[in-house]
């Protein structure tokens, strides 16, 4: 109840402030985003509890009418994390992810070194495709498994956190803030990348990412010989190959996709694609997840999806977006990179002490209306913002892998906030660089 009744009294706070500044539709628009922030920071509430709570607020308060609220809860967009969850759920529940897991670890040297470069590469390729949070829970007990050195098992925990929030960014399924970002371009019409394009484009971050993380991990350790290992696995089950080859085949298509789309000038609905496979896990011939298994869909997160659109859809109807974007005016003059090093820099610190997903709501349609005015490159900005909203590597409370590895009860805050720091910086710098090199020739 203490921290609801904080969460009340910093609404109210922000409101009140706001009101000196900001039309009364605007300071109400804040002081209940501040309310819920912090409500979904505190987990004073469920969070589907606080995700459904826009619903409620901005009617009652005039910001939105249900009408134009709830609609945002439903958005296409969102049925492609639903199909992509459904077969994520199909990997756990036919083990077929441990078997990646697996042959993964088996190609990287048994030393310190390669078992950190290991665990860092194997949480990022499965959390691309998977929930990075189901990631970090299942190779934690790996990474403690692998070493009795008290400061490797640190460095070993580091690394999977780690390369779970780097690889999520892979693809645009991987992280929430990646379904905000692709959500919000739909709404205004922009220029969004396919499947394939978004992990076309992220891939000069996620590679360099990659490589620094478990190099700079390996410092000041001593590169021991790990002498054991996760166990092989040389067959797969029947389900494992049946999903095996369902997942080939949507590759394919996904391929062929972004292929055909500059040839022929209209493409397949990667939506419609991923929540077709994801179904056909139900069919009576592949019989892989049956509907009791839906009950581990995490709902709360589609919840989450529609509160941040709700809010995003409110900073632009409500016109706060342009009157907090004309602060940004200022900078409007700087070089591109330098413009680019900022939002990434001021994204990646805000989003340490916040949710990624409600920040990246809130942040797009403000540098939607900031570039939009001052003849910048929208999308590239937006693409900039969302991506470094899931490169926040100092606190437990910035991304769910950092708090899963804090459980061990092994790291101090401080070692992580230490090193998280460094991480920090060359993450702003990598997307600030791979956005003005990469970026602007798709999206210019």
Known sequence: MRKLSIAIGLGLLSFAFASYVFEPVQARLLGSVVFLVYLWSSEALPLGVVSLLPLLLFPLLGILDLKTTAPNYSKPIIFLFIGGFLLALGMQKTKLHEIVAAKLLGLFPKSATGVLYALAITTAALSAFLSNTTVTIMMMPIALFLSDNPKLKVRYLLATAYGASIGGIF??????????????????????????????????????????????????????????????????????????????????????????????????????????????LFLPNVQILEWEDTRQMPYEVVFLFGAGFAIASAFIKSDLASALASYFGAFAGLPLFALLFLVALFVSFATEITSNTALTSIVLPIFYEFAKSHHLPEQIILFTATIAASYAFMLPIATPPNAIIMSSRLIKIKEMAKIGFIVDLVGVAVVSLVAIVFWSRFFG
């Not at 990348?193 to 891939?203: K, Y």
């Not at 620094?212 to 040389?234: M, N, Y």
Request: some cysteine; proline content about 6%.
């Open 171 to 280: 693809t645009p399924i991987g992280t929430p803030p990646n379904i905000i970002l692709l959500g919000f371009l739909e709404e205004w019409h922009l220029k969004a990348p396919t499947f394939l394009e978004w992990m076309v484009l992220t891939a000069p971050v996620v590679g360099v990412m990659i490589l620094f993380v478990p190099w700079l991990l390996a410092r000041g350790v001593k590169d021991e010989v790990v002498e054991c290992s996760v166990a092989e696995i040389t067959c797969m089950s029947t389900q494992q190959r049946r999903l095996a080859w369902l997942l080939g085949i949507l590759v394919v298509l996904l391929l062929l996709n972004a292929i055909i789309r500059p040839l022929l000038g209209w493409t397949l609905d990667e939506k419609l694609l991923l929540l077709g496979f994801g179904l056909a």
